[in-house]
């Protein structure tokens, strides 16, 4: 990567004069990082995921992540409980629908969200959750975007406790993959963690129906999108249904890899970066014949926090592109683009 310096009236200011322009060539596959050094105390062997971190998001918007040091037995325990989950009766999960819940805490019906706006619903149903805060929380009861309790189900046994530990078990991760995309823009390490002290961590347990037979073409699993926030952790059982769109236009399947998770670039770090990363498209399909688990975990940072391109990421040549807002307000106006039952569009 080039790093320039220009001279600017608050001083010298560094930029990445790489990896901006469309000139790139189109990537054909998903690069796998080991992310075991950032539990590490060697500095040169976390720089080095840093650079592995750096070239995958500037590139690709993708990454595998091995070594992510979250245990496979809380993992193996949130697939079983959302099997448990999907398999109650509708109405039972309809009971603690996310309409309910200000903060999309809750359960999402089959074809309840259109996530590509050409398509016509999503052939998944989930479940979502995010940081458990009492309802006097200082936050919640300000009203503050993102601040919630989570919505649970009743009678269910053995769902809160795996959900909770997995959720907490993936964000010490996202602390170290923020901790690498510091090291990715030659930031101090450490600079994003006084921001997620309290993050937007919104996770959820996706159902997908097999649709091996469904000829519609305009409702599949997920419609083509890219994701809010920061960046996303997934973890998907071993059915194969995500894929990627490169610069070419051609989608690369990202097939599952047994004890890795797959991590993204979000819309709100492409901006944070000017675009420096990207914020890659994808979709899935589940064509397996075989009902398809996974768990996407949206990791943001604090919602009154102020996304404002990095210094490092802008110059006089290369202005920046966006305008500083909050995380809540951005996250709030994407959550209203895509579910009509918050904006009473309902198509
Ligand atoms: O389940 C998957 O493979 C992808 C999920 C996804 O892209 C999302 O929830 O944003
Ligand atoms: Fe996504």
């Given amino acids: 990567m ?16 790489g990896g901006l322009e469309a000139s790139q060539p189109a990537f054909d596959s998903i690069p796998v990082i080991d992310f075991g050094p950032m539990r590490g105390d060697d500095p040169a062997a976390r720089n080095a995921v840093g650079e592995a971190v750096r070239n995958a998001c500037t590139q690709v918007g993708f990454f595998y992540a091995r ?5 496979q037995a809380i993992i193996d325990a949130t697939f079983d409980a959302a099997h448990r989950f999907f398999d109650l009766p509708l109405d039972r999960k309809q009971a603690i629908s996310v309409e309910k819940s200000d903060a999309m805490r809750g359960y999402t019906p089959l074809l309840g969200e259109n996530t590509d706006p050409e398509n016509k619903g999503d052939l998944h149903e989930g479940f979502d959750l995010a940081l458990d805060l009492p309802a006097d929380d200082p936050d919640v009861a300000a009203g503050v975007f993102g601040y919630a309790p989570n919505q649970w189900p009743d009678g269910l046994d053995d769902f809160r406790e795996p959900l909770t530990a997995y959720h907490g078990a993936a964000r010490a991760f996202g602390e170290r993959v923020f901790r690498a995309f510091a090291l990715a823009l030659e930031l101090p390490e ?7 002290t309290k993050p937007m961590a919104h996770m959820r347990v996706l159902h997908y129906p097999d649709q091996s037979t469904a000829t519609e073409e305009k409702q599949i699993g997920i419609g083509a999108h890219s994701d809010y926030e920061c960046f996303t952790i997934l973890c998907t059982d071993d059915k194969p249904a995500l894929q990627v769109l490169n610069s070419a236009g051609e989608w690369i399947q990202a097939p599952p890899i047994p004890g890795a998770f797959i991590v993204n670039v979000g ?13 890659t498209l994808h979709r899935a399909i589940n064509q397996t014949g075989k009902r398809r688990y996974s768990i996407p975990f949206f990791f943001g940072v604090n919602s009154r926090e102020t996304i404002e391109v990095l210094p490092s990421c802008q110059s006089q040549e290369r202005p920046a592109k966006y305008a500083p807002i909050t995380a809540g307000d951005y996250i709030r106006s994407r959550f209203d683009d895509t579910y009509a039952h918050r904006t009473g569009d309902e198509a």
Avoid: C
């Avoid at 080039?2 to 004069?17: I, Q, Y």
């Avoid at 450490?190 to 997620?196: R, V, Y």
């Avoid at 819309?267 to 914020?279: E, G, I, L, P, V």
């Fill in 67 to 71: 070594n992510h040091g979250v245990p």
């Fill in 267 to 279: 819309d709100m770090m492409a901006r944070w970066t000017n675009d420096y990363f990207q914020s």
């Fill in 2 to 17: 080039g790093e320039s310096t220009v001279m600017t009236g608050n001083g010298p200011r560094a930029f990445f004069s």
């Fill in 190 to 196: 450490d600079f994003f963690l006084p921001k997620i």
